[in-house]
């Protein structure tokens, strides 16, 4: 499936932003799609984001695959919603029916994904629950489904601060008439003051003196 509509190129712009995809598994998305298997009492509990070509599981409950082709993602269905998308059984719904994850394993039937909206305005996935057999939500699993969408939404947003701030601080504040360095504006116990940009790489990592070719060059025309 790939779709070129200007608001998708968007949506996979944002994802990029996250720099969430094929990443290892963390803690803290794992314990929300457990709860959500848990009190929607599913055996099959996803945290999908979805790219221009597949869709892939950052945390997963109940399933062994790590992605799908995106023409097979439920998910991407619930892009242009901000409510639950809710299929009660997947094999009278034309939408799924001849799906192979609905017509092969896992055999689904039912699906329940809540879209992860970000501060972007995108949509890049769900947290989803899924089962073998045609059923439904009760009302209070529905809210709560809602609620831990929010919480995977927030724990995405915290991890995209953070590797935003880390690769701030990872720069070199460098004065841009002299080329001094800054150095101890973090360190409460060390007072800031500027050093030669040679200074403060030679005090970061070890260095020798040599002549590149384009100086030597240089030097044998004069």
């Avoid at 994850?101 to 949509?123: K, Q, W």
Wanted: charged share 25%; proline share 5%; aromatic share 6%.
């Amino acid at each position: 499936m790939r779709v070129n509509s200007e608001k998708e190129k968007k949506r996979l712009g944002d994802l990029l932003l996250y720099r969430i995809m094929d990443t290892a598994s963390e803690k803290a998305f794992d314990s929300l799609t457990e709860v959500a298997a848990t009190i929607c009492e599913a055996p099959i509990s996803l945290i999908s984001l979805v790219d221009d070509s597949r869709q892939w599981f950052k945390s997963r409950v109940g399933l062994t695959a790590t992605e799908t082709p995106r023409e097979q993602a439920f998910c991407a269905h619930a892009f242009d919603r901000s409510d639950l998308l809710i299929v009660e059984d997947a094999t009278k719904d034309e939408r799924f029916q001849d799906n192979p994850l609905v017509v092969n394993n896992p055999g689904i039937r039912f699906y329940a994904g809540a879209p992860l909206e970000m501060s972007t305005g995108s949509t890049l996935g769900t947290l989803c629950v899924i089962d073998r057999v045609p059923r439904t939500l009760t009302d209070a699993q529905r809210c709560a489904l809602a609620v831990l969408r929010d919480a995977v939404v927030a724990q995405l947003e915290v991890r995209r601060f953070r590797l935003e701030m880390e690769s701030v601080q990872s720069l070199l504040p460098i004065c841009a008439w002299c080329r001094k360095v800054r150095v101890g504006a973090s360190e409460s116990t060390q007072p800031e003051s500027w050093v030669p940009l040679h200074d403060f790489v030679a005090d970061a990592a070890p260095v020798t003196h040599s002549i590149c070719p384009s100086c030597c060059q240089h030097e044998s025309l004069s």
